[in-house]
């Protein structure tokens, strides 16, 4: 069907244009340009880099050891420091699929707080596997981690279908 198709039936405007068409006609103050990037990257070094300057990594390439018991976790909700990484300590470990592309993202210098981790790609698996799906679409798909981890879940006939 192509892509302008599929962006019309999820109530996407037409993918050729892009926020520089709505902004052609406006004029801007010279003192303004340096706060108004002109390209994506621009604006990923400016704003997204700054915004996310906390962001830890969140991509594990080592199985933790096991322990007998779980450990104690004595928090009473999940926004609490440290809790991804316990999170990700007790969940199992993403493919080595996953893991190179979480590397490749990484060595790239690429935005790497777009990407899902390994939480999020693991639950996107189990919900394939759970759901019996045999097709995904992946709006959003950057380098690939969340596509790779919904057909990891999905069946050998599967298929997943990425929109940029």
């Not at 108004?36 to 700054?50: F, L, R």
């Not at 981790?117 to 959003?140: H, P, V, Y």
Request: glycine residues 6%; hydrophobic residues 35%.
């Amino acid at each position: 069907k192509g892509v302008q198709v599929h962006c019309h039936e999820v109530g996407l405007q037409d993918p050729s244009a892009t926020a520089q068409d709505a902004f052609k006609d406006l004029k801007v103050d010279e003192n303004e340009k340096e706060a108004n990037p002109k390209s994506y990257n621009d604006w990923i070094n400016s704003v997204q880099t700054k915004r996310n300057n906390d962001w830890e990594f969140n991509v594990q390439f080592k199985q933790p050891e096991d322990t007998e018991s779980p450990p104690d976790f004595n928090k009473f909700t999940l926004f609490h420091k440290g809790v991804e990484n316990y999170a990700m300590n007790h969940t199992t470990l993403a493919s080595e699929n996953l893991q190179n592309v979480a590397r490749m993202t990484e060595e790239q210098h690429m935005f790497s707080p777009c990407m899902v981790g390994t939480l999020e790609s693991q639950f996107l698996k189990m919900m394939c596997q759970i759901k019996g799906a045999k097709k995904c679409l992946d709006i959003g798909t950057f380098t690939g981690m969340s596509a790779i981890a919904m057909a990891e879940g999905m069946p050998a006939e599967g298929q997943v279908i990425t929109l940029e």
